[in-house]
T-cell receptor, first 115, second 108 residues
Framework: GAVVSQHPSWVICKSGTSVKIECRSL??????MFWYRQFPKQSLMLMAT?????????EQGVEKDKFLINHASLTLSTLTVTSAHPEDSSFYIC???????????FGPGTRLTVL | AQRVTQPEKLLSVFKGAPVELKCNYS??????LFWYVQYSRQRLQLLLR??SRESIKGFTADLNKGETSFHLKKPFAQEEDSAMYYC??????????FGTGTRLQVFP
């Protein structure tokens, strides 16, 4: 089946630094990728929809200048958490929609801890 | 507003017992509903979708528009069914709205 990878799987950083998380579709092309955030014992909350070659669409309440999304190719989207603070610590999950279908595959997630 | 509610955070049963994981939704349009499952230390994966009307791993779910529900059922639970289950509603063409999830524990 289709595989979505995320890198890194976990990261610890100091407050004020920026962190980049990559989401890759390994064996299929994805015109659309999604970024979710999951707090402990809570549900996945959609942060933004990333479309290849265009600007991401952010959900209400998500700061686009804080969470920079780039979708430069059909197999890669990146999420950069800028000037990270402890409250940004969370589990970030991406999913990718197979082109010409409505099937989404999820990545394994990236755990971000900001000290 | 679109919303998915899973009232139970934890559901514990013994092997062989029937299982029903509840899901209710609110959505003004025609809903498309899904169940996703996350086994321990694995990624989220699609279990089934209402438009397929199929049974996966013995699980079924029927969309009840009158009760706005999409409960997940299995007549005889197995230990390997232990996992986190999320009900999700698709909004528009792509966006998924997830419920808070129900952890299913199946004891031997």
């Amino acid at each position: 089946g289709a595989v979505v990878s995320q890198h890194p799987s976990w990261v610890i950083c100091k407050s004020g630094t920026s962190v980049k998380i990559e989401c890759r579709s390994l064996d299929f092309q994805a015109t659309t990728m999604f970024w979710y955030r999951q707090f402990p014992k809570q549900s996945l909350m959609l942060m933004a929809t990333s479309n290849e070659g265009s600007k991401a669409t952010y959900e209400q309440g998500v700061e686009k200048d804080k969470f920079l999304i780039n979708h430069a190719s059909l197999t890669l989207s990146t999420l950069t958490v800028t000037s990270a603070h402890p409250e940004d610590s969370s589990f970030y999950i991406c999913s990718a929609r197979v082109v010409f279908t409505d099937t989404q595959y999820f990545g394994p997630g990236t755990r971000l801890t900001v000290l | 507003a679109q919303r998915v509610t899973q009232p139970e955070k934890l559901l514990s049963v013994f092997k062989g017992a029937p299982v029903e994981l509840k899901c209710n939704y609110s959505y003004s349009g025609s809903p498309e509903l899904f169940w996703y499952v996350q086994y321990s230390r694995q990624r989220l994966q699609l279990l089934l979708r209402h438009i397929s009307r199929e049974s996966i791993k013995g699980f079924t779910a029927d969309l009840n528009k009158g009760e706005t529900s999409f409960h997940l059922k299995k007549p005889f639970a197995q230990e390997e069914d232990s996992a986190m289950y999320y009900c999700a509603l698709r909004r528009g063409t792509d966006k998924l709205i997830f419920g808070t999830g129900t952890r299913l524990q199946v004891f031997p």
